[in-house]
């Protein structure tokens, strides 16, 4: 039975004495108690305990962490929205025996913080504000934060308003205000549009008619200077100037109904017409022509009758003055 009992001791001794050493990863700290009692810290790498003695309390992470919390409050215009507030924090190396002992739960213990530091800020700010000043937020939670746990070893890295999730019914209101008030500036861009479009028109039908008149003038004076140039040929035949306006109009005449008789597709309607109507129409322009002459020169006879009477009759008076 001797020979059983030597190799049994060896092994347990051999066990026993690998159970002293232990292996710390990195950024983990170790904590080591002897009978319930704190011994120290141990950090990464090959680490050694009494065995029996001295045991593994637990193990902190080192790491940066992050911890996300959900909080729903109310605004200042009694909008309920709900907030996912992002916190980064950090066990210190210093501090690893107050993050294990001093607090249960850290977790819970941030997540208490965030909601009373949230709760008192929102309600202070409208849903608009909120979204605009959630840097604000952010900062508060982390100043509240930094204070708090740092006297149980964390430090508080960052915090991050990440999402802002206002009710349904009010993100469809919000979307709609949106939506109306793009379609106001759509509006107002459309109706400046017209406007120039309107403008520019109004200015080219304003310079077309310009134009126009300048060449209808234009195309009177050419008329008038043909007419002119006319009548001074026929005066240099021996045709006066009344017979000559009346052959040029009579002439005018026949070339307009030329001119529209040359037009194949047209719906305009003749009265009958004849070269006695045209006769006519010139020996009545002579007649009214002649009777204008003979009506000028009468007033011209009687203005100078009346012109010689009123000589005389300032001559009588003035010789019964002398008198």
Known sequence: MGQFILPAIIVFAFIVLISAFFIVKQQTAAIIERFGRFVGVRNSGLQFKIPVFDKIAGRINLKIQQLDVIIETKTKDDVFVRLKISVQFQVRKDQVYDAFYKLENPHDQITSYVFDVVRAEVPKMKLDN????????????KRE?????????????????????????????????????????????????????IVA???AEAESKRLQGQGIADQRREIARGLEESVDVLNNVGINSQEASALIVVTQHYDTLQSMGEQTNSNLILMPNSPQAGSNMLNDMIT?????????????????AKGIGVKRKKKNNNDLDLD
């Open 130 to 141: 909120v979204f605009e000043r959630k840097d604000d937020i952010a900062i508060a939670v």
């Open 288 to 304: 009214s022509f002649v009777a204008s002459n003979q009506i000028g020169e009468q007033m011209k006879k009687d203005n100078e």
């Open 201 to 203: 028109k109004a200015r």
């Open 145 to 197: 934060l930094n204070e708090a746990m740092s006297n149980y070893g964390f430090d508080i890295i960052k915090t991050l308003v990440t999402d802002i999730d206002p009710d349904l019914q009010v993100k469809e209101a919000m979307n709609r205000i949106n939506a109306a008030e793009r379609e106001k500036v759509a509006a107002e861009f459309e109706a400046e549009a017209d406007r120039i479009k």
